[in-house]
């Protein structure tokens, strides 16, 4: 699930670092994203990508429910929108204090 962050007052990775994530740099890609693990083990986890633009940040947001089934696969069971995936994004524009008038949400 996208979401934007409109007049962000800090970076991504600092916005995203104050609700819980740790920056993720995929060794096998070289992308950096962030992580939040629900559980003591690496997975299930919330996973978001984000992106800075001019006067927003933008934030795709789902989560890994385990990791790829088969050497040399980068895929995954994702899940991008229902309950949980929509706590979360709350969640977020909460600890952001970002009014949900002020965020916009956009199903995959």
């Given at each position: 699930?996208?979401f934007?962050?409109?007049?962000?007052?800090?970076?991504p990775?600092?916005?995203?670092?104050r609700?819980?994530?740790a920056?993720?740099?995929?060794?096998?890609?070289?992308?950096?994203?962030?992580?939040?693990?629900?559980?003591?083990?690496?997975?299930?986890?919330?996973?978001v990508?984000?992106?800075?633009?001019?006067?927003?940040v933008?934030?795709?947001?789902?989560?890994?429910?385990?990791?790829?089934s088969?050497?040399?696969?980068?895929?995954?069971?994702?899940?991008?929108?229902?309950?949980?995936?929509?706590?979360?994004?709350?969640?977020?524009?909460?600890?952001?204090?970002?009014?949900?008038?002020?965020?916009?949400?956009?199903?995959?």
């Amino acid at each position: 699930m996208k979401f934007f962050i409109s007049n962000p007052t800090d970076t991504p990775r600092n916005l995203l670092r104050r609700c819980g994530y740790a920056e993720f740099n995929d060794p096998n890609t070289g992308h950096i994203s962030y992580v939040r693990r629900l559980s003591s083990n690496f997975y299930p986890r919330y996973h978001v990508y984000a992106t800075k633009e001019e006067t927003q940040v933008i934030i795709d947001l789902h989560v890994d429910q385990k990791q790829p089934s088969y050497k040399g696969s980068h895929m995954h069971a994702g899940e991008y929108d229902g309950e949980l995936v929509e706590r979360e994004v709350e969640r977020i524009k909460e600890l952001l204090n970002n009014k949900p008038e002020e965020a916009s949400i956009s199903r995959r």
